[in-house]
């Protein structure tokens, strides 16, 4: 079991190296095919990765926090496949409270999936992330008003649920077929 974790985060890393590199050589190639913008593509960069410098040691204590005090049971009864409604709407209040770029959400949905959350409960979750925050809520409000700020969030729940639903049904219907098969002896 030990070896198979190990097996699994060293093809991880590979992949995690092999998309860095692919993202520093499209930089210097879009540097060099379009010199004009090369400052600001560097600047760009760099700018990016210094945000990511900055946030990444907090989600990495934030994860280690989540690990160890959030059990996997927990998560399995609120956001578990067994939830329901119930699930749908704490992935809608996990989601819709924090206020951090969107690259904060995806190790945290990670984590969830690890600890037993169905992809619906982790794609309302990352979907909540994006569109719908409180603070975002009550601005829509102020310069929308309250019908256009409803219909939105009305609607944008609903699809966001339809499509949470639809991922899953997806996910659970691929490792279905991927399952290897069980040979009578």
């Not at 992935?91 to 990670?110: D, E, K, S, V």
Request: glycine residues 6%; proline residues 4%; aromatic residues 12%.
């Amino acid at each position: 079991m030990k070896e198979q974790l190990m097996k699994k985060n060293k093809k991880n890393s590979k992949k995690s190296f092999l998309f860095l590199s692919l993202v520093i050589l499209g930089t210097i190639l879009t540097s060099i095919w379009v010199p004009e913008k090369s400052s600001l593509i560097w600047q760009t960069s760099f700018d990016y990765f210094k945000q990511m410098a900055m946030v990444f040691p907090a989600i990495l204590i934030l994860m280690g926090l989540f690990t160890v005090w959030i059990s996997k049971e927990f998560v399995m009864t609120h956001l578990g496949e067994s939830s329901g409604i119930k699930g749908i709407a704490v992935a809608f209040f996990l989601g819709a409270i924090p206020t951090g770029p969107i690259f904060i959400a995806f190790p945290m949905a990670q984590a969830l999936h690890k600890k037993g959350a169905s992809y619906t409960n982790i794609v309302v979750f990352l979907s909540a992330w994006a569109c719908i925050k409180i603070p975002q809520e009550l601005m829509e409000l102020q310069f929308m008003g309250a019908k256009f700020m409803l219909a939105r969030l009305g609607m944008t729940i609903i699809f966001i649920t339809l499509m949470g639903m639809i991922i899953n049904k997806l996910m659970n219907k691929k490792m279905i077929n991927n399952e290897p098969k069980r040979t009578k002896k």
